[in-house]
């Protein structure tokens, strides 16, 4: 096993391609970096070229891909309600504020946006927003991102 070849790494991380899509899109979801597209992306275009577009593959790398993503904005909502109340002066976090409590978790369709995705999430858990609600309306958001994401790779393939 040469743990420094190419091929290693490259069939490591195609036999193992759910949990490294899992991963990326749960740390890209929380606070610390991640560039779950590109992983995304980098796996999603191969799959596309040996399959149709809903090939159980895409299906389920899109799957993965949004539930990790959820499973880390969920992270991050739960770590909002850790914070204490505070009065913000930041016009930023007053803008989302306003949002969420005025429209409620409806707003977490967003929460794939990035930077101020992280922030509605954070601040949803803070302001104690509906669990089951944010869940719903993350996944959704979530979702729509993956999706879209799998159709603009198949631009790559023209």
Known sequence: MDWFSFSFWADFWQNHAFWLMFASAFL????LP???EIVFMTLVIPKLTLNRLLSADVLGLIFIATLGNTLGSLTTYVIGCWFPKFE????????IMEKLQRYGAVVLLLSWLPVVGDLFCAIAG??????A???LFIFLGKLARYTLLLFLSTAFLL
């Open 28 to 31: 890209s979801a929380t606070v």
């Open 34 to 36: 991640g560039n779950s």
């Open 88 to 95: 913000s002066k930041n016009d930023r976090t007053l803008w």
């Open 126 to 131: 803070w302001l104690r927003l509906n669990f």
């Open 133 to 135: 609600a944010s869940c």
